[in-house]
C-alpha cells in the first residue's frame, strides 16, 4: 500500500474569546492517500473549515503534527510553509477567489508563472485544463462574464495548475445550484483521478459525499470514520 501524501497526528486547534477558551480541534489523526478523495463533513461551525486551513499550513496549531509528503510541517517557517503550499498543496474555496482583472487563462497562467514556469509552458498548461473542463471557448472571459459554474471550474483548475499531490477543497460546490454542482464536481474528482492525487473536500451535500471513497464526519473536535 501506498503511503499517505498527508498525515496530522494528534493535531489541536484552540481559539480565545473573552475568557471563553474554544477548543476547536482536538487531537485529529487523519492519513490521507494518493488516489482517494475523502469527504469531510460535519454541521456548520464543526471546524471543518479551520481543520482544512491548519492542515494546508495556512493556520498555526496548537499542538500536534501535520505530515506532508513525508515532511514534518507543524513546526516550519513562512517561508518553508510556504514553499510547501506552493509545490505540494492546492486550495479550493466556495467562492472562487478569481482576480477579476484577468481572463480564465490568466488566472491559470499567474500562479504557474509565480512558481518558475515560462509563459509560454503555463499557457499551455492552462489550456489543456480549461479543455478538460469544458470550457476552453471561455478562456479569454474575465470572471463577471462568467457563470458560477464556470468560475468554480476555472477555481479547480487554477489549484491543479501546478501538480500538487494535495486537494484541499472547502465546499467547492456550496455556492452552486445542484445541477451545477453535480457537473462541477464530475470535473473535479476527473481531474484527481486522473493525476492520482489525495482530495480532503469539505461538503454539506451528502449525495456528493457518498460518492466519494470515505466519509469522514467532525463531531466535537474528533474526527469520526
Excluded at 4 to 28: A, D, M
Amino acid at each position: 500500500m501506498s503511503k499517505p501524501v498527508l498525515s496530522l497526528r494528534g493535531l489541536t486547534r484552540t481559539f480565545h474569546q473573552g475568557t471563553e477558551v474554544l477548543h476547536v480541534l482536538k487531537e485529529v489523526n487523519l492519513d490521507l492517500y494518493p488516489g482517494e478523495i475523502v469527504a469531510l463533513v460535519g454541521p456548520s461551525g464543526s471546524g471543518k473549515s479551520t481543520l482544512l486551513q491548519t492542515a494546508g499550513l495556512l493556520e498555526k496549531t496548537d499542538g500536534g503534527d501535520i505530515i506532508i509528503d513525508g515532511k514534518s510541517c507543524a513546526t516550519l517557517n513562512d517561508a518553508d510553509r510556504t514553499q510547501i503550499r506552493r509545490e505540494v498543496l492546492g486550495f479550493v474555496y466556495q467562492f472562487h477567489h478569481l482576480l477579476p482583472e484577468f481572463d480564465a487563462e490568466e488566472n491559470i497562467i499567474l500562479p504557474q508563472m509565480i512558481a518558475g514556469k515560462s509563459y509560454g509552458e503555463a499557457r499551455t498548461r492552462a489550456r489543456d485544463l480549461l479543455q478538460e473542463v469544458g470550457i476552453l471557448e471561455r478562456a479569454n472571459h474575465r470572471p463577471a462574464r462568467l457563470s458560477g459554474g464556470e468560475q468554480q471550474r476555472v477555481a479547480i483548475v487554477r489549484a491543479l495548475a501546478n501538480r500538487p499531490k494535495v486537494l484541499l477543497a472547502d465546499e467547492p460546490t456550496g455556492n452552486l445550484d445542484e445541477q451545477t454542482a453535480k457537473a462541477v464536481f464530475e470535473k473535479l474528482t476527473n481531474l484527481v483521478r486522473k493525476d492520482n492525487l489525495a482530495a480532503l473536500i469539505a461538503t454539506h451535500n451528502m449525495d456528493l459525499a457518498s460518492n466519494m471513497d470515505r466519509i469522514l464526519t467532525l463531531h466535537e473536535g474528533k474526527l469520526v470514520g
